[in-house]
């Protein structure tokens, strides 16, 4: 179940990426989905910063060995790499998660409260191309202490168990705004 759980987890951000929908991940794809992150930051610094972090995320895939001849990476190579050489290890996903974190959070926190309100939070996954019902719910699921934000702190999480957790009902398998499906 737990290997069933990560495996739709990284298919659903392989389906994600797959900007061009074409079965296959490129440097291409990940600098488009950077700057689609980069359209909802403010400012260049956190632009810049989001549109890094998604390279740094196609260079590891890269040390990793994903990548094909022809620069493509097939579903199964971006899970088997995801799992041995990004999941495998917190400090792996902090060193490529974290920047877009800390990115997101100053771009989204439009009042500077240093939390993402139910307003900002749905509005960055509308600017993502998911469904503002679908990320309202999310919100509902990541805000655990129910104070009506998102703090720094519970975002961080849903990250981690997002890429680390094998608990098929953790909140942060939200995070790209809609559950898992269950097998």
Do not use: C
């Not at 956190?46 to 097939?74: H, T, Y």
């Not at 996903?93 to 749905?122: C, F, H, N, Q």
């Not at 998911?130 to 104070?147: E, H, V, Y």
């Amino acid at each position: 179940m737990a290997q069933n759980s990560t495996e739709q987890k990284f298919t659903f951000l392989f389906n994600w990426f797959d900007r061009t929908g074409d079965g296959y991940l490129t440097r291409d794809d990940f600098q488009q989905i950077g700057e689609v992150f980069a359209a909802v930051a403010p400012d260049e610094s956190n632009k810049s910063a989001l549109r890094e972090a998604f390279m740094l995320w196609w260079d590891v895939l890269g040390e990793a060995g994903a990548p094909d001849a022809q620069g493509r990476i097939g579903r199964q190579q971006f899970i088997t790499a995801m799992r041995s050489h990004i999941a495998a290890d917190a400090k792996t996903v902090e060193r490529l998660v974290t920047p877009i974190i800390d990115a997101l959070m100053r771009a989204l926190d439009t009042d500077k409260s240093g939390t993402l309100t139910a307003d900002e939070y749905v509005r960055m996954y509308e600017a993502l191309g998911i469904d503002p019902a679908t990320s309202s719910a999310a919100f509902q699921r990541l805000d655990r202490n129910g104070s009506g934000t998102i703090t720094h702190d519970e975002f961080r999480t849903a990250i981690e168990e997002f890429y680390l957790s094998t608990d098929t009902e953790a909140p942060g398998n939200w995070l790209l705004g809609s559950p898992l499906p269950r097998s």
